[in-house]
């Protein structure tokens, strides 16, 4: 399914927003608003627009072999104001999506750091990461944005800065760097500490996942290790939720190997489990929990210049923890990886993404999905 530049446009210009997105404000400083782009797409090569061709909209899926679950809905909401892509990934704060970092206007070591406020449908400019990168892990803790490593070339040399952003000052700064240099890990908060997980390390020409598995305590600027992830992996998805860490899908290097695996961490005994597997083995998607289940959409996988070979993934499967399966509902309009994906209230956002395997296209879609009739 593709989307027009009217309809894009028309969704983004939308400013009205029905009771069921309004969210309360928070400590948030007033932000400098942006509009959103006029065009969806644009290559990475030169930054310019771009429209999808035939080819590049043969590479979407939608088909999940999960049963079918109840069906939900998605709707536009406003664009970013540029195309963006492997920011990897995003996270809420007090009711807002922060997308940080990732490719854009033609460059893939952007700092840009652009937070959308469901209850006005409007993006806003905040304080760029002080070095940009893509692929930057992010998460939430008591009221404070962490941002952890990422890559700064296209999808590698990683580095191991991190650092702490203050939403009421808008203001990033330095923390202990990551013990070891990577990137499109994961980053969970839980229990006081945040839980790095896997990714992509050096030597940069080889380029290597990693089941690293390092927590990062705040109250003591400094990181030790927990047992590693079995099967290591980058661009998984990951939730925490009652006490435990769930690692959902990702790949093996690359994309051509991308894998369904499902491990929960016990951090009780320091050790991992296997869980059902995700139906549509996949990375570089988003995973979320809504409705006390994990929502997981988007992605890719296949071999870059290899018609027929190419996907990318517009399927929306949920897990359920108490029974340890697996539904499928209504799949992305627009499929996308490397998206920024959060729940918010009773709906999940879905902003941004790569249009096409690899990091070729950027897209400034953004979508919306409830279980709301």
Known sequence: MSISRRTFFAAASTLAVDAAFSQPHHHHPDLP???SAA??????????????????TAQRSFDSPAPQGPKGRWLARAALPIPRSEMAWATESAGRLHVIGGYGEGRVDRGYHHVYNPSTDVWHNAAALPRGANHVAVVTLDGRIYA????????????????????????????????????????MALNGKV?????????????????????????????????????????VGCVAYQNRIHVVGGRFNTFEYNTALHHVYLPDRDTWELRAPMPSARSGHGLVIYRDRFFAMGGEGGIINRPGQQTVFGQMESYDPKTDSWLSHAAMPTPRHAV????????????????????????AVHEA????P
């Not at 030169?46 to 035939?54: E, F, S, Y």
């Not at 990714?199 to 003591?220: F, I, M, N």
Request: proline share 8%; aromatic share 10%; glycine share 14%.
């Open 33 to 35: 608003v942006l509009p």
């Open 39 to 56: 065009e969806p797409y644009a290559r990475l090569q030169g930054g310019q627009p771009h429209h999808l061709t035939a080819d590049q």
């Open 148 to 187: 952890f490593g990422g890559f700064i070339e296209q999808n590698r040399n990683p580095d191991t800065h991190a650092y702490v952003y203050d939403v009421s000052q808008d203001k990033w700064s330095s923390v202990a760097p990551m013990p070891r240099p990577r990137g499109a890990a994961a980053a």
């Open 195 to 235: 839980h790095l997980i896997g990714g992509a390390s050096s030597p940069t020409e080889e380029r290597a996942s990693v089941g690293w598995h390092e927590v990062y305590d705040p109250q003591t600027d400094s990181w030790s290790r927990r047992k590693a992830l079995p099967g290591a992996r980058d661009h």
């Open 340 to 363: 920024g994906a959060v729940a918010i209230g009773d709906w999940i956002y879905v902003a941004g993404g790569g249009a096409v395997l690899g990091g070729g296209v950027q897209s």
């Open 369 to 372: 999905f409830t279980l709301q």
